[in-house]
Protein backbone atom coordinates (compact mmCIF):
# COMPACT_ATOMS: atom_id res chain seq x y z
CA UNK A 1 0.00 0.00 0.00
CA UNK A 2 1.55 3.24 -1.15
CA UNK A 3 1.93 5.96 1.45
CA UNK A 4 1.11 9.59 1.15
CA UNK A 5 3.91 10.80 2.14
CA UNK A 6 6.07 8.75 -0.36
CA UNK A 7 5.70 11.16 -3.52
CA UNK A 8 4.80 9.78 -6.49
CA UNK A 9 6.12 11.61 -9.51
CA UNK A 10 5.78 15.01 -7.22
CA UNK A 11 2.57 14.66 -6.18
CA UNK A 12 2.28 16.56 -2.16
CA UNK A 13 1.16 14.40 0.01
CA UNK A 14 0.96 13.41 3.41
CA UNK A 15 2.35 10.75 5.12
CA UNK A 16 -1.23 8.26 5.58
CA UNK A 17 -1.79 5.41 3.94
CA UNK A 18 -2.99 5.95 0.21
CA UNK A 19 -6.18 3.71 -0.33
CA UNK A 20 -6.33 4.25 -4.09
CA UNK A 21 -9.08 1.69 -4.84
CA UNK A 22 -11.54 4.06 -2.90
CA UNK A 23 -10.01 7.58 -4.33
CA UNK A 24 -10.25 5.95 -7.90
CA UNK A 25 -13.77 4.55 -7.23
CA UNK A 26 -15.26 8.21 -6.14
CA UNK A 27 -13.17 9.65 -8.95
CA UNK A 28 -15.43 7.96 -11.42
CA UNK A 29 -18.67 8.53 -8.99
CA UNK A 30 -17.92 12.61 -10.03
CA UNK A 31 -17.42 11.15 -13.96
CA UNK A 32 -20.16 9.21 -14.22
CA UNK A 33 -22.39 12.45 -12.36
CA UNK A 34 -20.46 14.95 -15.24
CA UNK A 35 -20.66 12.30 -18.18
CA UNK A 36 -24.31 11.34 -17.88
CA UNK A 37 -25.95 14.31 -17.19
CA UNK A 38 -25.79 15.30 -21.15
CA UNK A 39 -26.78 12.30 -22.67
CA UNK A 40 -29.67 11.91 -19.99
CA UNK A 41 -30.73 15.44 -20.07
CA UNK A 42 -31.22 14.88 -23.94
CA UNK A 43 -33.61 12.22 -23.51
CA UNK A 44 -35.66 14.51 -20.97
CA UNK A 45 -35.52 17.61 -23.02
CA UNK A 46 -39.22 17.26 -24.78
CA UNK A 47 -40.88 16.27 -21.52
CA UNK A 48 -39.22 19.25 -20.36
CA UNK A 49 -40.63 21.85 -22.93
CA UNK A 50 -44.05 19.91 -22.74
CA UNK A 51 -44.35 21.18 -19.06
CA UNK A 52 -42.29 24.26 -18.53
CA UNK A 53 -42.81 25.96 -22.64
CA UNK A 54 -39.97 28.47 -23.88
CA UNK A 55 -39.44 26.14 -27.27
CA UNK A 56 -37.15 28.60 -28.56
CA UNK A 57 -34.87 28.84 -25.30
CA UNK A 58 -34.12 24.83 -25.85
CA UNK A 59 -30.77 24.71 -27.01
CA UNK A 60 -29.31 27.28 -24.42
CA UNK A 61 -30.28 24.68 -21.88
CA UNK A 62 -27.70 22.47 -23.55
CA UNK A 63 -25.20 25.16 -24.73
CA UNK A 64 -25.61 27.28 -20.97
CA UNK A 65 -24.03 24.12 -19.44
CA UNK A 66 -21.55 23.92 -21.85
CA UNK A 67 -20.67 27.60 -21.92
CA UNK A 68 -19.96 27.36 -18.12
CA UNK A 69 -17.96 23.97 -18.61
CA UNK A 70 -15.40 25.27 -21.03
CA UNK A 71 -14.94 28.80 -19.59
CA UNK A 72 -14.11 27.54 -16.04
CA UNK A 73 -12.04 24.19 -17.05
CA UNK A 74 -8.51 25.77 -17.38
CA UNK A 75 -9.60 28.12 -14.25
CA UNK A 76 -10.23 24.94 -12.11
CA UNK A 77 -6.78 23.45 -13.45
CA UNK A 78 -4.42 26.69 -12.68
CA UNK A 79 -6.58 26.32 -9.19
CA UNK A 80 -5.87 23.00 -8.48
CA UNK A 81 -2.26 23.35 -9.05
CA UNK A 82 -1.87 26.21 -6.50
CA UNK A 83 -4.98 25.38 -3.55
CA UNK A 84 -4.37 21.32 -4.45
CA UNK A 85 -6.13 19.06 -6.02
CA UNK A 86 -8.79 18.03 -3.11
CA UNK A 87 -10.65 21.32 -2.27
CA UNK A 88 -11.28 22.30 -6.16
CA UNK A 89 -12.86 19.04 -6.73
CA UNK A 90 -14.85 19.06 -3.41
CA UNK A 91 -15.67 22.83 -4.86
CA UNK A 92 -16.51 21.75 -7.70
CA UNK A 93 -19.05 19.10 -6.45
CA UNK A 94 -20.65 21.01 -4.09
CA UNK A 95 -21.71 23.76 -7.01
CA UNK A 96 -22.51 20.77 -9.54
CA UNK A 97 -25.56 19.07 -6.55
CA UNK A 98 -26.46 22.73 -5.78
CA UNK A 99 -27.40 23.12 -9.89
CA UNK A 100 -28.98 20.02 -10.01
CA UNK A 101 -31.40 20.60 -7.54
CA UNK A 102 -32.18 23.83 -8.47
CA UNK A 103 -32.82 22.50 -12.28
CA UNK A 104 -35.62 19.83 -10.53
CA UNK A 105 -37.14 23.26 -8.77
CA UNK A 106 -37.41 24.98 -12.16
CA UNK A 107 -40.62 26.82 -13.25
CA UNK A 108 -39.55 28.22 -16.67
CA UNK A 109 -37.36 27.19 -19.04
CA UNK A 110 -35.51 30.43 -18.39
CA UNK A 111 -34.88 29.28 -14.32
CA UNK A 112 -33.81 26.18 -15.86
CA UNK A 113 -31.13 28.00 -18.37
CA UNK A 114 -29.95 29.89 -15.17
CA UNK A 115 -29.57 26.53 -13.02
CA UNK A 116 -27.59 24.92 -15.98
CA UNK A 117 -25.41 27.58 -15.56
CA UNK A 118 -24.39 27.15 -12.17
CA UNK A 119 -24.54 22.96 -13.23
CA UNK A 120 -21.86 23.79 -15.81
CA UNK A 121 -20.18 26.29 -13.27
CA UNK A 122 -19.56 23.01 -11.23
CA UNK A 123 -18.88 20.57 -13.83
CA UNK A 124 -15.75 22.47 -15.06
CA UNK A 125 -13.89 21.03 -12.27
CA UNK A 126 -14.18 17.26 -12.47
CA UNK A 127 -13.01 16.29 -15.46
CA UNK A 128 -9.67 18.41 -15.20
CA UNK A 129 -8.82 17.85 -11.51
CA UNK A 130 -10.06 13.71 -11.88
CA UNK A 131 -8.12 13.28 -14.53
CA UNK A 132 -4.89 14.83 -12.66
CA UNK A 133 -5.43 13.22 -9.82
CA UNK A 134 -5.00 9.92 -11.36
CA UNK A 135 -1.54 11.70 -12.67
CA UNK A 136 -0.77 12.56 -9.03
CA UNK A 137 -1.43 8.82 -7.06
CA UNK A 138 -0.22 6.45 -9.85
CA UNK A 139 3.53 5.60 -11.31
CA UNK A 140 4.01 6.66 -14.90
CA UNK A 141 3.03 2.83 -15.75
CA UNK A 142 -0.02 2.54 -14.42
CA UNK A 143 -1.60 5.69 -15.64
CA UNK A 144 -2.37 4.21 -19.29
CA UNK A 145 -4.63 1.48 -17.60
CA UNK A 146 -6.54 4.20 -14.82
CA UNK A 147 -6.52 6.53 -17.21
CA UNK A 148 -8.66 3.83 -19.37
CA UNK A 149 -11.21 3.67 -16.69
CA UNK A 150 -11.86 6.79 -16.59
CA UNK A 151 -12.45 7.07 -20.04
CA UNK A 152 -14.72 3.80 -19.65
CA UNK A 153 -17.22 5.85 -17.60
CA UNK A 154 -18.36 8.31 -20.45
CA UNK A 155 -19.07 5.17 -22.47
CA UNK A 156 -21.06 3.89 -20.11
CA UNK A 157 -22.77 7.08 -19.33
CA UNK A 158 -23.31 7.50 -23.36
CA UNK A 159 -25.35 3.89 -23.04
CA UNK A 160 -27.10 3.98 -19.40
CA UNK A 161 -28.54 7.72 -20.03
CA UNK A 162 -30.85 7.74 -22.67
CA UNK A 163 -32.40 4.63 -21.15
CA UNK A 164 -32.28 5.80 -17.74
CA UNK A 165 -33.78 9.15 -18.74
CA UNK A 166 -36.56 7.45 -20.79
CA UNK A 167 -37.39 5.68 -17.72
CA UNK A 168 -37.28 8.38 -15.34
CA UNK A 169 -39.54 10.84 -17.33
CA UNK A 170 -42.01 8.06 -18.35
CA UNK A 171 -42.22 6.46 -15.33
CA UNK A 172 -41.54 9.68 -12.73
CA UNK A 173 -41.16 12.76 -13.54
CA UNK A 174 -38.49 14.82 -15.24
CA UNK A 175 -36.81 16.48 -12.33
CA UNK A 176 -35.46 13.23 -11.08
CA UNK A 177 -33.01 13.29 -14.60
CA UNK A 178 -31.23 16.37 -12.14
CA UNK A 179 -31.57 14.76 -8.73
CA UNK A 180 -30.10 11.37 -9.54
CA UNK A 181 -27.19 13.28 -9.43
CA UNK A 182 -27.23 14.40 -5.71
CA UNK A 183 -27.05 10.17 -4.05
CA UNK A 184 -24.18 10.36 -6.64
CA UNK A 185 -22.59 13.36 -6.09
CA UNK A 186 -22.81 12.63 -2.23
CA UNK A 187 -20.80 9.51 -2.30
CA UNK A 188 -18.40 10.83 -4.35
CA UNK A 189 -17.86 14.00 -2.22
CA UNK A 190 -17.48 11.44 1.24
CA UNK A 191 -15.19 9.13 -0.66
CA UNK A 192 -12.53 12.08 -1.92
CA UNK A 193 -13.02 13.93 1.70
CA UNK A 194 -12.18 10.80 3.51
CA UNK A 195 -9.43 9.29 1.13
CA UNK A 196 -7.78 11.86 -0.55
CA UNK A 197 -4.88 13.59 1.57
CA UNK A 198 -2.71 16.32 0.49
CA UNK A 199 -0.58 18.30 1.48
CA UNK A 200 0.11 21.88 -0.51
CA UNK A 201 2.79 24.21 0.77
CA UNK A 202 1.39 26.92 2.96
CA UNK A 203 3.33 30.14 1.10
CA UNK A 204 1.39 32.96 -0.19
CA UNK A 205 0.20 32.45 -4.03
CA UNK A 206 -0.25 34.93 -6.07
CA UNK A 207 -3.29 34.10 -8.02
CA UNK A 208 -3.99 35.53 -11.14
CA UNK A 209 -7.45 37.24 -10.96
CA UNK A 210 -7.39 39.52 -14.06
CA UNK A 211 -6.12 36.86 -16.16
CA UNK A 212 -9.27 34.54 -14.93
CA UNK A 213 -11.14 37.54 -15.86
CA UNK A 214 -9.95 38.16 -19.60
CA UNK A 215 -10.15 34.59 -20.26
CA UNK A 216 -13.63 33.84 -19.03
CA UNK A 217 -14.43 37.37 -21.18
CA UNK A 218 -13.41 36.23 -24.15
CA UNK A 219 -14.45 32.31 -23.92
CA UNK A 220 -18.05 33.58 -23.20
CA UNK A 221 -18.20 35.88 -26.40
CA UNK A 222 -16.83 33.32 -28.27
CA UNK A 223 -19.29 30.88 -26.96
CA UNK A 224 -22.39 33.05 -27.66
CA UNK A 225 -21.37 34.40 -31.34
CA UNK A 226 -21.00 30.36 -32.24
CA UNK A 227 -24.62 29.76 -30.74
CA UNK A 228 -26.65 32.82 -31.67
CA UNK A 229 -24.59 33.34 -34.90
CA UNK A 230 -26.29 32.84 -38.23
CA UNK A 231 -29.39 31.80 -35.38
CA UNK A 232 -30.16 34.61 -33.70
CA UNK A 233 -28.33 37.20 -35.68
CA UNK A 234 -26.83 36.80 -39.02
CA UNK A 235 -22.74 36.50 -38.98
CA UNK A 236 -22.18 39.90 -40.74
CA UNK A 237 -24.63 42.31 -38.36
CA UNK A 238 -23.30 44.61 -35.07
CA UNK A 239 -24.16 42.01 -32.33
CA UNK A 240 -21.60 39.48 -33.42
CA UNK A 241 -18.99 42.01 -34.91
CA UNK A 242 -18.80 44.00 -31.48
CA UNK A 243 -18.60 40.19 -29.90
CA UNK A 244 -15.87 39.50 -32.14
CA UNK A 245 -13.98 42.52 -31.25
CA UNK A 246 -14.38 42.31 -27.80
CA UNK A 247 -13.42 37.92 -27.73
CA UNK A 248 -9.96 39.27 -29.80
CA UNK A 249 -9.35 42.34 -27.68
CA UNK A 250 -9.97 40.59 -24.42
CA UNK A 251 -7.51 37.39 -25.32
CA UNK A 252 -5.15 39.93 -26.58
CA UNK A 253 -5.05 40.99 -23.26
CA UNK A 254 -5.00 37.92 -21.95
CA UNK A 255 -1.94 37.09 -23.44
CA UNK A 256 -0.27 40.03 -22.31
CA UNK A 257 -0.87 39.37 -19.14
CA UNK A 258 0.27 35.59 -18.69
CA UNK A 259 3.76 36.68 -20.03
CA UNK A 260 3.63 39.45 -16.82
CA UNK A 261 2.05 37.40 -14.17
CA UNK A 262 4.32 36.19 -10.93
CA UNK A 263 1.82 32.38 -11.39
CA UNK A 264 -0.36 32.49 -14.58
CA UNK A 265 -3.28 31.10 -15.22
CA UNK A 266 -2.24 29.34 -18.29
CA UNK A 267 1.83 29.26 -19.07
CA UNK A 268 2.36 29.34 -22.34
CA UNK A 269 5.98 27.38 -21.84
CA UNK A 270 4.22 24.19 -21.51
CA UNK A 271 3.07 24.57 -24.97
CA UNK A 272 6.32 24.25 -26.00
CA UNK A 273 7.16 20.82 -25.08
CA UNK A 274 6.42 19.23 -28.65
CA UNK A 275 4.61 16.71 -27.58
CA UNK A 276 2.15 18.58 -25.57
CA UNK A 277 1.54 21.31 -28.26
CA UNK A 278 0.41 18.16 -30.36
CA UNK A 279 -2.05 16.45 -28.22
CA UNK A 280 -3.47 20.16 -27.90
CA UNK A 281 -3.81 20.47 -31.48
CA UNK A 282 -5.02 16.89 -32.29
CA UNK A 283 -7.68 17.58 -29.56
CA UNK A 284 -8.93 20.44 -31.30
CA UNK A 285 -9.01 18.39 -34.41
CA UNK A 286 -10.43 15.59 -33.24
CA UNK A 287 -12.91 17.68 -31.05
CA UNK A 288 -14.24 18.84 -34.30
CA UNK A 289 -14.95 15.37 -35.75
CA UNK A 290 -16.66 13.85 -32.75
CA UNK A 291 -19.18 16.99 -32.99
CA UNK A 292 -19.44 16.23 -36.50
CA UNK A 293 -20.45 12.89 -35.52
CA UNK A 294 -22.58 12.84 -32.48
CA UNK A 295 -24.58 15.87 -34.50
CA UNK A 296 -25.38 14.57 -37.89
CA UNK A 297 -25.22 11.48 -38.34
CA UNK A 298 -28.82 10.65 -36.57
CA UNK A 299 -30.06 12.83 -39.24
CA UNK A 300 -28.77 11.09 -41.58
CA UNK A 301 -29.67 7.64 -40.42
CA UNK A 302 -33.59 9.02 -39.23
CA UNK A 303 -34.21 11.54 -41.90
CA UNK A 304 -32.67 9.63 -44.66
CA UNK A 305 -32.24 6.06 -44.29
CA UNK A 306 -35.87 6.75 -42.43
CA UNK A 307 -34.90 4.51 -39.18
CA UNK A 308 -36.39 5.31 -36.01
CA UNK A 309 -34.62 7.18 -33.21
CA UNK A 310 -33.39 4.23 -31.27
CA UNK A 311 -31.94 2.67 -34.69
CA UNK A 312 -30.14 6.64 -34.83
CA UNK A 313 -28.59 6.56 -31.12
CA UNK A 314 -27.50 3.03 -31.64
CA UNK A 315 -25.15 4.36 -34.12
CA UNK A 316 -23.85 6.89 -32.04
CA UNK A 317 -23.67 4.32 -29.37
CA UNK A 318 -20.90 2.07 -31.17
CA UNK A 319 -18.56 5.32 -30.88
CA UNK A 320 -19.50 5.24 -26.94
CA UNK A 321 -18.18 1.73 -27.27
CA UNK A 322 -15.44 1.64 -28.92
CA UNK A 323 -14.17 4.46 -27.36
CA UNK A 324 -13.95 3.10 -23.66
CA UNK A 325 -12.72 -0.47 -25.17
CA UNK A 326 -9.63 1.47 -26.62
CA UNK A 327 -8.96 3.69 -23.80
CA UNK A 328 -8.19 0.34 -21.84
CA UNK A 329 -6.31 -1.41 -24.56
CA UNK A 330 -4.26 1.34 -24.96
CA UNK A 331 -2.75 1.06 -21.74
CA UNK A 332 -1.43 -2.50 -22.62
CA UNK A 333 -0.30 -0.35 -25.85
CA UNK A 334 1.23 2.33 -24.59
CA UNK A 335 4.16 -0.17 -22.71
CA UNK A 336 4.57 -2.44 -25.47
CA UNK A 337 4.51 -0.23 -28.75
CA UNK A 338 5.14 3.33 -27.18
CA UNK A 339 3.33 6.49 -27.18
CA UNK A 340 3.86 7.47 -31.01
CA UNK A 341 2.96 3.93 -32.47
CA UNK A 342 -0.26 4.12 -30.20
CA UNK A 343 -1.42 7.60 -31.42
CA UNK A 344 -0.56 6.86 -34.65
CA UNK A 345 -2.41 3.84 -34.65
CA UNK A 346 -5.78 5.33 -33.48
CA UNK A 347 -4.92 8.33 -35.95
CA UNK A 348 -5.00 5.76 -38.57
CA UNK A 349 -8.66 4.42 -37.36
CA UNK A 350 -9.95 7.74 -37.37
CA UNK A 351 -8.69 7.81 -40.75
CA UNK A 352 -10.52 4.49 -41.68
CA UNK A 353 -14.14 5.50 -39.38
CA UNK A 354 -14.08 8.82 -41.49
CA UNK A 355 -13.96 6.71 -44.85
CA UNK A 356 -16.53 4.57 -43.87
CA UNK A 357 -18.96 7.66 -43.70
CA UNK A 358 -18.16 9.30 -46.76
CA UNK A 359 -18.74 6.35 -48.82
CA UNK A 360 -21.85 5.84 -46.91
CA UNK A 361 -24.98 5.42 -49.06
CA UNK A 362 -28.59 5.13 -48.30
CA UNK A 363 -29.28 2.05 -48.92
CA UNK A 364 -26.27 0.65 -46.42
CA UNK A 365 -28.04 0.76 -44.01
CA UNK A 366 -27.58 1.92 -40.27
CA UNK A 367 -24.62 -1.51 -39.53
CA UNK A 368 -22.64 0.51 -41.59
CA UNK A 369 -23.05 3.88 -39.99
CA UNK A 370 -22.47 2.62 -36.53
CA UNK A 371 -19.26 0.59 -37.71
CA UNK A 372 -17.82 3.81 -38.53
CA UNK A 373 -18.71 5.68 -35.77
CA UNK A 374 -17.49 2.59 -34.03
CA UNK A 375 -13.70 3.10 -35.50
CA UNK A 376 -13.74 6.77 -34.63
CA UNK A 377 -15.39 5.73 -31.40
CA UNK A 378 -11.05 3.54 -31.51
CA UNK A 379 -9.35 6.26 -32.73
CA UNK A 380 -10.47 8.97 -29.87
CA UNK A 381 -10.31 6.63 -27.25
CA UNK A 382 -6.72 5.39 -28.42
CA UNK A 383 -5.34 9.37 -28.84
CA UNK A 384 -7.09 11.15 -26.01
CA UNK A 385 -6.01 8.37 -23.07
CA UNK A 386 -2.18 8.26 -24.88
CA UNK A 387 -2.41 12.05 -24.59
CA UNK A 388 -3.70 12.62 -21.32
CA UNK A 389 -0.77 9.96 -20.21
CA UNK A 390 1.81 12.10 -22.08
CA UNK A 391 0.82 15.50 -20.42
CA UNK A 392 0.80 14.26 -17.05
CA UNK A 393 4.45 13.02 -17.53
CA UNK A 394 6.42 16.10 -19.31
CA UNK A 395 5.46 18.09 -16.55
CA UNK A 396 6.21 18.85 -12.85
CA UNK A 397 3.16 18.00 -9.82
CA UNK A 398 2.44 22.51 -9.95
CA UNK A 399 1.42 22.30 -13.74
CA UNK A 400 -0.08 18.88 -14.40
CA UNK A 401 -3.74 20.18 -13.43
CA UNK A 402 -3.57 23.10 -15.76
CA UNK A 403 -1.74 21.05 -18.93
CA UNK A 404 -4.77 18.36 -18.01
CA UNK A 405 -7.04 20.77 -18.25
CA UNK A 406 -5.31 23.06 -21.20
CA UNK A 407 -5.98 19.29 -23.09
CA UNK A 408 -9.43 18.96 -22.38
CA UNK A 409 -10.17 22.85 -23.22
CA UNK A 410 -9.03 22.37 -26.33
CA UNK A 411 -11.32 19.56 -27.15
CA UNK A 412 -14.24 21.26 -25.64
CA UNK A 413 -13.32 24.61 -28.38
CA UNK A 414 -13.20 21.89 -31.13
CA UNK A 415 -16.81 20.67 -30.08
CA UNK A 416 -17.91 24.23 -29.96
CA UNK A 417 -16.26 24.95 -33.53
CA UNK A 418 -17.30 22.32 -35.26
CA UNK A 419 -20.78 22.92 -34.03
CA UNK A 420 -20.40 26.48 -36.02
CA UNK A 421 -19.03 25.76 -38.53
CA UNK A 422 -19.97 22.13 -39.88
CA UNK A 423 -23.64 23.28 -39.13
CA UNK A 424 -23.12 26.43 -41.28
CA UNK A 425 -21.69 24.34 -44.06
CA UNK A 426 -24.44 21.92 -44.00
CA UNK A 427 -27.45 25.02 -44.13
CA UNK A 428 -25.21 26.38 -46.99
CA UNK A 429 -25.48 23.06 -48.99
CA UNK A 430 -28.92 21.65 -48.38
CA UNK A 431 -30.30 25.31 -49.11
CA UNK A 432 -28.33 25.37 -52.43
CA UNK A 433 -29.39 22.33 -53.66
CA UNK A 434 -33.20 23.16 -52.87
CA UNK A 435 -33.47 26.70 -54.28
CA UNK A 436 -31.63 24.35 -57.58
CA UNK A 437 -34.58 21.00 -57.44
CA UNK A 438 -36.69 21.64 -55.72
CA UNK A 439 -40.22 21.52 -56.62
CA UNK A 440 -41.36 24.59 -58.05
CA UNK A 441 -44.40 26.40 -55.99
CA UNK A 442 -43.62 23.76 -53.24
CA UNK A 443 -42.72 25.93 -50.65
CA UNK A 444 -39.62 23.67 -49.75
CA UNK A 445 -37.37 25.22 -46.98
CA UNK A 446 -34.63 24.05 -45.11
CA UNK A 447 -37.00 23.81 -42.06
CA UNK A 448 -39.26 21.50 -43.73
CA UNK A 449 -36.39 18.84 -43.72
CA UNK A 450 -37.57 19.08 -39.52
CA UNK A 451 -40.08 16.76 -41.29
CA UNK A 452 -38.45 13.91 -42.41
CA UNK A 453 -36.87 12.63 -39.13
CA UNK A 454 -40.58 12.14 -37.59
CA UNK A 455 -42.78 9.23 -39.35
CA UNK A 456 -45.90 10.60 -39.46
CA UNK A 457 -44.77 14.16 -40.35
CA UNK A 458 -42.76 12.42 -43.31
CA UNK A 459 -45.65 10.75 -44.64
CA UNK A 460 -47.36 13.59 -45.39
CA UNK A 461 -45.42 15.30 -47.31
CA UNK A 462 -45.65 14.16 -51.17
CA UNK A 463 -43.19 11.91 -52.60
CA UNK A 464 -41.09 14.24 -54.64
CA UNK A 465 -40.80 16.45 -52.14
CA UNK A 466 -39.31 13.83 -49.49
CA UNK A 467 -37.06 12.40 -52.39
CA UNK A 468 -35.48 16.13 -52.88
CA UNK A 469 -34.86 16.98 -49.20
CA UNK A 470 -33.33 13.13 -48.52
CA UNK A 471 -31.20 14.13 -51.77
CA UNK A 472 -30.07 17.82 -50.09
CA UNK A 473 -29.38 16.05 -47.33
CA UNK A 474 -27.49 13.57 -47.92
CA UNK A 475 -25.06 15.82 -50.43
CA UNK A 476 -25.04 18.25 -47.43
CA UNK A 477 -23.88 15.39 -45.13
CA UNK A 478 -21.50 13.72 -47.07
CA UNK A 479 -19.72 16.78 -48.15
CA UNK A 480 -19.79 17.13 -43.65
CA UNK A 481 -18.19 14.11 -43.49
CA UNK A 482 -16.07 14.99 -46.20
CA UNK A 483 -14.44 17.47 -43.92
CA UNK A 484 -14.69 15.42 -41.11
CA UNK A 485 -12.58 13.01 -43.00
CA UNK A 486 -9.99 15.84 -43.60
CA UNK A 487 -9.79 16.69 -39.76
CA UNK A 488 -9.17 12.52 -39.48
CA UNK A 489 -6.06 13.76 -42.04
CA UNK A 490 -4.97 16.71 -40.27
CA UNK A 491 -5.12 14.54 -36.72
CA UNK A 492 -2.96 11.63 -38.57
CA UNK A 493 -0.25 14.02 -39.74
CA UNK A 494 0.05 16.10 -36.57
CA UNK A 495 0.77 13.14 -35.19
CA UNK A 496 3.35 11.81 -37.38
CA UNK A 497 5.48 15.06 -35.35
CA UNK A 498 5.56 13.19 -32.31
CA UNK A 499 8.77 11.97 -31.06
CA UNK A 500 9.40 8.21 -30.06
CA UNK A 501 9.16 7.61 -26.40
CA UNK A 502 12.73 9.20 -24.32
CA UNK A 503 11.95 6.17 -22.07
CA UNK A 504 12.23 3.42 -24.32
CA UNK A 505 15.16 4.56 -25.71
CA UNK A 506 16.99 4.83 -22.48
CA UNK A 507 15.93 1.12 -21.50
CA UNK A 508 17.35 0.48 -25.17
CA UNK A 509 20.49 2.37 -24.11
CA UNK A 510 20.57 0.60 -20.46
CA UNK A 511 20.01 -2.88 -22.45
CA UNK A 512 22.91 -2.05 -24.78
CA UNK A 513 25.19 -1.54 -22.11
CA UNK A 514 24.20 -4.27 -20.09
CA UNK A 515 25.33 -6.31 -23.10
CA UNK A 516 28.39 -4.86 -23.82
CA UNK A 517 29.49 -5.13 -19.88
CA UNK A 518 28.88 -8.94 -20.42
Not at 2 to 13: F, H, T, Y
Not at 226 to 237: D, M
Amino acid sequence: MRKLGQSVDGAKVQNKKLKRPFILAAIMLAMFMNAIEGTIVSTAMPAIVSDLGGFSLYSWVFSGYLLMNAVTVLIYGKLSDILGRKPVLLFGIVVFLIGSLLCGFANSMTELIIYRFVQGFGAGAVAPVASTIVGDIYKNEERARVQGYLSSVWGISAVMGPALGGLLVESLTWKLVFWVNVPLGLLSFIGIWFFLHENIEKKKRDIDYLGATLLTLSISTLMVILVEGGVKWSWASAPVISLALVAIITFILFILQEKKAAEPMMPFEIWQERSILIANLVSLTTGVMMIGLSSFLPTFVQGVMERSPTVAGFTLTAMSIGWPIASMVSGRLLMKIGFKSTSLLGGCSLIFGSLILVWMKPEAGPLIAAMGSFFVGVGMGLTSTSFIVVIQKNVSWERRGIATASNMFMRNLGNTVGAALLGGIMNMRLQAYLNEHAPAGSGVTIDTANKLLNSEERMSLPENVVKVLQEGLTLSLQTIYLIVLGFAVISFLLLTRLRKNKNKNKNKNKNKNKNKNA
